[in-house]
Nanobody, 118 residues
């Protein structure tokens, strides 16, 4: 059974940084497109970033501020979030998609709260 466990969320002031981590119980991390989604109160869940073999993908709203990466040795995916804004406040979910279909992941973590104050 695939498990994704996020950590690193918290409260930060606007302009600050946070790094989210996602520990994945996947046999072969490279066989999956790993991603991050978020959901703010009263809003639809939205795509944030993803990483597949050789490529990264970002929502326009975070491009240039967020960086997704992964460590194969640790089976961990990261989301470095810089220049945070209040509108980045949301629950962030780590996801795993078989192959490269990052927009439709099969597996989700439990989520971690990120709160950005102005």
């Amino acid at each position: 059974q695939v498990q994704l466990v996020e950590s690193g969320g918290g409260a930060v002031q606007a302009g600050g940084s946070l790094r989210l981590s996602c520990a994945a119980s996947l046999r072969t991390l490279s066989s999956y497109a790993m991603g991050w989604f978020r959901q703010a109160p009263g809003k639809e869940r939205e795509f944030v970033a993803a990483i597949s073999i050789g490529r990264t993908y970002y929502a326009d709203s975070v491009k240039g501020r967020f960086t997704v990466s992964r460590d194969y040795a640790k089976n961990t995916v990261y989301l470095q979030m810089d220049s945070l804004k209040p509108e980045d406040t949301a629950v962030y979910y780590c996801t795993a998609a078989i192959g490269s279909a990052y927009a439709n992941p099969q597996y989700w973590g439990q989520g971690t709260q990120v709160t950005v104050s102005s």
